[in-house]
């Protein structure tokens, strides 16, 4: 079956950083674009980032270009969102999903507070 299991999440303060990974298995990951999304309460899920199978292009909201940078390493079947000078206004759950297919992780809680 295929899984998408997103980590790295948690509590951090305006300006902080995290690294949130999201480890796939079930399907061919070398394969796939991945892309990250998020959805905060009373909100629309809204597109993050995304990455081409072989991680030689990415893409970028426009509210996140130049603070976050998304990755992946094909040999784990896993890609990231490192996410550096933190807003409360990214705070959402963040998730992890093959691009062409549609299948999504459970997400993973950032809280961006002070």
């Known amino acids: 079956q295929v899984q998408l299991v997103e980590s790295g999440g948690g509590l951090v303060q305006p300006g902080g950083s995290l690294r949130l990974s999201c480890a796939a298995s079930?399907?061919?990951?070398?394969?796939?674009?991945m892309s990250w999304y998020r959805q905060a309460p009373g909100k629309e899920r809204e597109f993050v980032a995304t990455?081409?199978?072989?991680?030689?292009?990415?893409n970028y909201a426009d509210s996140v270009k130049g603070r976050f940078t998304i990755s992946r390493d094909n040999a784990k079947s896993t890609v990231y969102l490192r996410m550096n000078s933190l807003k409360p206004e990214d705070s959402a759950v963040y998730y992890c999903?093959?691009?062409?297919?549609?299948?999504w992780g459970q997400g993973t809680q950032v809280t961006v507070s002070s």
């Open positions: 079930g399907f061919t990951f070398s394969n796939y674009a």
């Open positions: 999903k093959a691009t062409r297919a549609g299948w």
């Open positions: 990455i081409t199978n072989a991680g030689t292009g990415t």
